[in-house]
Antibody, heavy 119, light 106 residues
Framework: QVQLVESGGGVVQPGRSLRLSCAAS????????MHWVRQAPGKGLEWVAV????????YFADSVRGRFTISRDNSENTLFLQMNSLRPEDTAVYYC????????????WGQGTLVTVSS | SYELTQPLSVSVALGQTARITCGGN??????VHWYQQKPGQAPVLVIS???NRPSGIPERFSGSNSGNTATLTISRAQAGDEADYYC?????????FGTGTKVTVL
């Protein structure tokens, strides 16, 4: 069965960096684009970034462009989100999610990992 | 950037019909997906591409899209339908979520 397991969240000071990981299993990881979506406490969903199946194409939300990078290791079935210059408003649960190829819907989500940016 | 606007909250009596709107500029030209999220859980797809119901989703859930508004309709509302609902579209390879609607079943 498809599983997405995020890790790497925690408490970090403003201006510092953090790297999130998402371990994928149960499907052919290298054939799917993968996304990060976040949700601030008590707030709505916010799309963060996407990486194509082969890692050649990447897109970011305006709120994180230039500070966050997305990457993947298809040999290890792992997705990453490198977060630099973190701000308090980046505090959120970060989900990795797979998009279904045909319908372009988010069909599988991880359980999320909490990032808290605070001094 | 593209924006999607939803009402903050919708209340519905048990067994009645709830309608959740999602407003966006000429949204009819996009495929709209709807997600249900319960507290502490990841979102779950309830409607894809405007009006398609994934397997396992009750027939009580339906969707439509016209003009500048897409609508998720929940018929014969049940207590288990209480949740936050989000519409979502793609805009130039980037994802856009609606502001979210909290549905309360009275």
């Amino acid at each position: 069965q498809v599983q997405l397991v995020e890790s790497g969240g925690g408490v970090v000071q403003p201006g510092r960096s953090l790297r999130l990981s998402c371990a994928a299993s149960g499907f052919t990881f290298s054939t799917y684009a993968m996304h990060w979506v976040r949700q601030a406490p008590g707030k709505g969903l916010e799309w963060v970034a996407v990486i194509s199946y082969d890692g050649n194409n990447k897109y970011f939300a305006d709120s994180v462009r230039g500070r966050f990078t997305i990457s993947r290791d298809n040999s290890e079935n792992t997705l990453f989100l490198q977060m630099n210059s973190l701000r308090p408003e980046d505090t959120a649960v970060y989900y990795c999610a797979r998009v279904e190829i045909i319908g372009h819907t988010f069909d599988y989500w991880g359980q999320g990992t909490l990032v808290t940016v605070s001094s | 950037s593209y924006e999607l606007t939803q009402p903050l909250s919708v209340s519905v009596a048990l067994g009645q019909t709830a309608r959740i709107t999602c407003g966006g500029n000429n949204i009819v030209r996009k495929k709209v997906h709807w997600y249900q999220q319960k507290p502490g859980q990841a979102p779950v797809l309830v409607i894809s591409r405007n009006d398609n119901r994934p397997s396992g989703i009750p027939e009580r859930f339906s969707g439509s899209n016209s003009g500048n508004t897409a609508t998720l309709t929940i018929s014969r509302a049940q207590a288990g339908d209480e949740a936050d609902y989000y519409c979502q579209v793609w805009d130039s390879s980037t994802g856009v979520f609606g502001t979210g609607t909290k549905v309360t079943v009275l």
